[in-house]
């Protein structure tokens, strides 16, 4: 089922299936190694749901809700 990072539950684990946005933003996501295939760990979110740490390829990453949002994963947990 396919749903936007930002929307996986803390302890979770994701797929991503499409890297969206435009500009400088998706490509930052796509260098820090968010890419079509690529397995993410939602590890925690900030007390007040923003922004969400990541585990993404052994490395920690922290990205905002709205940065998540564009991101569509399919949530295997």
């Known amino acids: 089922m396919s749903v936007r990072l930002s929307e996986v539950k803390q302890g979770h684990s994701a797929v991503i299936?499409?890297?969206g946005g435009s500009?400088?933003?998706r490509r930052r996501?796509?260098?820090m190694g968010?890419?079509?295939g690529v397995r993410v760990h939602v590890e925690k979110y900030a007390p007040l749901k923003d922004p969400i740490?990541?585990?993404v390829r052994g490395m920690h990453v922290s990205l905002?809700?709205?940065e998540?949002?564009?991101i569509?994963?399919?949530d295997i947990q």
């Open 53 to 55: 740490e990541l585990i």
């Open 23 to 25: 500009g400088a933003l």
């Open 68 to 70: 998540a949002a564009e």
């Open 29 to 31: 996501i796509l260098e």
């Open 72 to 74: 569509i994963v399919d």
């Open 34 to 36: 968010m890419l079509k």
């Open 64 to 66: 905002r809700v709205e």
């Open 17 to 19: 299936e499409r890297v």
